[in-house]
């Protein structure tokens, strides 16, 4: 088994030493903010949050279809359902902005080699093959780098090849190094040796790229460029022996044909493609153009100020967690505000339940382009994602539940009052695993929903989100929220709420 030091890859280096010579800088916001979190402002009003039952009801609600994919009928139930909710609630100016996108939906999907099916799953928004698919020799080309292309041909050839994850160790960064605002840990939970696989991050096959752009470290990039007639990625990093893995999401539409392999599959595929075996890929569906729709609605306060609170609908399976908990959460609070009288709202809040996260995250930047005057007036944006979610472990090839909520960040603006902000609410409201980090910790903004928002108006933020090892794939259902922690988390995001409420 490798060491824990050796399974630190690259790129985590790299993070790790990026962020070293910002402890400095983050070291000293966290002492201003702690000096100032006596002297925030209290709300002076009683505020009163859902019952993790109502809130739980409201996910059920939510995810009553397989998916909520951008574009489908399902997702478009999902939106309608949405804006119900927020009509339920008494916001005004409830709407459902339209955003063109194309639909793409994969109707059949298979590998075959040696007239054997390996059991595999579409990659998004790659070249459909028609009925008969795509035969051709496999080639192995390791975790595609031009090295790895280098010493395999693959013109004409249907490339195997391993995605990686990037491992983070998050106890090593939260606790020795201490490069976070604060870290609420009440139940211990993140330990020095506390780890964690960001299954989001693939590592050679990022998205957001095409032929033109993409880096020479892509492998399906690379497999275009150097004539292949397909992909098999495999996924090495994924805890059990997922393949249902939902991305790159980038709304991209690609020219060749992938197709997704769990682990324990890929070992024997990888034997196989190294014998240069023929193999046939089919996946057959359609792209059409097609709509998804911004779902958002006004509380007026006493000034045009905006608090805004936001999460996508959108989701590639059943999406309990990515994201029914986040959107029950924005009702969260759109419910516990709108029973507080106008007089009481010191500033407007603005719900917003955004579309095509799995898209490009398309329906974030829409509604930053669309509606650049409350953004404008924001002076606090909250992103609520994958909340409230268990912990799990791989038990062969299954997720087997700790017992302990998934681990958890909140990305946040350095401005000293919004860093205080969550600390007080994090004393006041503790969440187990949870650690404030710099909003631009991995980039120029937050890794979430919040980022299209945060870089078209550079508004202060805190989008709290988790990584449990199950998101965007199959295993995302309904028992993996931990029901009982819904009220909870609720009541954190209101302290947060409250003090920006009362901020003058």
Known sequence: MESFESQISSTTRDTLTSLIKRLPSIWRTRREARKMVSTLPEYPGVVVVPESETIYSWIEGLCQTPHRRPGTPEGHRAEQWVFDRLTEFGLGNVTMDPVPITVWTAANWRLAVAGQTIPSFFVVNTAFTGKEGVTAPLVFAGTGTPKDFDRADVSGKLVVADVPFPLLPTGLIMKLLKACYFLSNPD??????????????????????????????????????????????????????????????????????????????????????????????????????????????????????????????????????????????????????SKVPKTQRPKTMVSVLDAGHF??????????????????????????????????????????????????????????????????????????????????????????????????????????????????????????????????????????????????
């Open 188 to 337: 211990r939970s993140v330990t020095i040796r506390s780890r964690q696989y960001l299954n989001f991050l693939r590592q050679n096959f990022l998205g957001g790229d095409t032929a033109e752009t993409a880096p020479e470290t892509d492998v399906y990039w690379q497999a275009v460029r150097r004539g292949a007639k397909g992909l098999c990625l495999i996924l090495r990093d994924q805890p059990g022996n997922s393949n249902t893995h939902y991305g790159p999401y980038d709304g991209i539409m690609k020219p060749l044909p992938a197709l997704w392999i769990g682990r324990r599959e890929g070992v024997r595929l990888r034997e196989l493609a190294q014998t240069g075996v023929e193999a046939t890929l089919v996946l057959e569906g359609s792209a059409t153009p097609g709509v998804t729709h911004n779902v958002w609605g006004v509380l007026p306060g006493q000034s045009e100020e905006v608090i805004l609170v936001t999460s996508h609908h959108d989701s590639p399976f059943q999406g309990a967690v990515e994201d029914g908990s986040g959107t029950a959460l924005v009702l969260a609070q759109a419910w516990t505000w």
């Open 359 to 504: 898209y490009g995250s398309i329906g974030a930047d829409t509604f930053a382009s669309a509606h650049k005057d409350i953004l404008d007036r924001a002076r606090l944006l909250v992103t609520l994602e994958h909340l409230a979610a268990k912990e799990v472990e791989a038990r062969g090839d299954e997720y087997a539940p700790t017992g302990k909520l998934a681990f958890t960040v909140m990305f946040t603006s350095p401005e000293p009052e919004v860093v205080a902000s969550v600390i007080k609410a994090l004393k006041l409201k503790p969440a187990n695993a949870t650690a404030s980090i710099p909003a631009d910790f991995f980039g120029p903004g937050p890794t979430s929903d919040a980022m299209g928002y945060v870089l078209a108006s550079h508004v202060p933020v805190v989008s709290w989100i988790g990584c449990p090892y199950y998101l965007l794939d199959q295993g995302d259902t309904l028992d993996k929220i931990e029901k009982s922690a819904l009220k909870s988390v609720c009541e954190t995001v209101t302290e947060i709420v409250k003090t920006h409420m009362a901020m003058p």
